[in-house]
């Protein structure tokens, strides 16, 4: 005679359902140190070939200068290893990229992965632990998520800033490194450098700016939620070349700081989200003061 199995409860429904995402969450996050480990190292050697890339065009160009005084096969392997050296960094480019769309898809699931443990956590409160440990430590995993949240994001500004500015800042000293080395020999091609090193540095401070902008506005609380959104808003339809409209109804009004700052993320998560996935060509936004 056979035993009849004891059918789940619905609370140990949700346990397993927890344990199953957590094992999950788990493995994304392994593997993001992995992927964070090969994007250190992949950067390492796409600045290293850059250098060496700006060597070789900076001895292209003294070739070019006095290419009647070079033998025809040293022109010729000048050529090659300018060749060599272009798609050696465009390869590494090209996989680090691909590192980096990879590590940006893993960190959005494992925040969709903590935001259904969070939610049926809520459910299932016994779900992390034996309930005498929950009546020892109430609110203890809440803490754990907090302080993950924190160190999650830390992280991703600090590969955002090296990614960004701390590269564009790299690659503005190797320029005005060859306007120095022009001065003496090449003054008309040095002015030139100068031209594109202002350029860059220009380039760089919007993107410093953009970050800055991203990060926390400043605009917020100096000048409130409406003239940032409409900043915002101006500079996303530039960058996006999305149409995007954005109506106000009733009276503008200052709000709670918090409250203001909530509206401003939601309404920025959305846009980049349009950006990413939609592939829409225009946004409308309206806002209704009451």
Known sequence: MSQEKTPLSGVEHLNILIQENQKEYEQIQRELKEIDVLIRQSTAEVERLAHRNTQIANRMRQMEANIDTYPRSDIKDIYTAAH?????????RSQLEQLQNRQKSLEQQSQRLLRIIESISQIAPGDLGSEAEEAAAPGQSS?????????????????????????????????AEICERLFDNDPAQARVELGNLKNSVNATFQK???????????MLDDLGLMPTLKQYVQDFEEKSGISTNLTVLG???????????????????LLNNIQAHAHATNAQIALDFQ
Not at 86 to 92: D, H, I, K, S, T
Not at 155 to 173: E, F, V
Request: without cysteine; proline residues 4%.
């Open 84 to 92: 060599e050296s272009q798609m050696r960094l465009f390869m590494m």
């Open 143 to 175: 803490i754990v998520r907090i302080i993950e949240a924190q160190e999650n994001e830390r992280q991703r500004l600090a590969r955002q800033i090296h990614d960004g500015p701390a590269q564009s800042l790299t690659n503005l000293i190797l320029q």
């Open 208 to 218: 410093i700016r953009g970050f800055i902008m991203t990060l926390r506005p400043m």
């Open 251 to 269: 009276r503008e009004t200052r709000l709670p700081a918090h409250t203001e700052v909530t509206i401003f993320r939601v309404i920025q998560e």
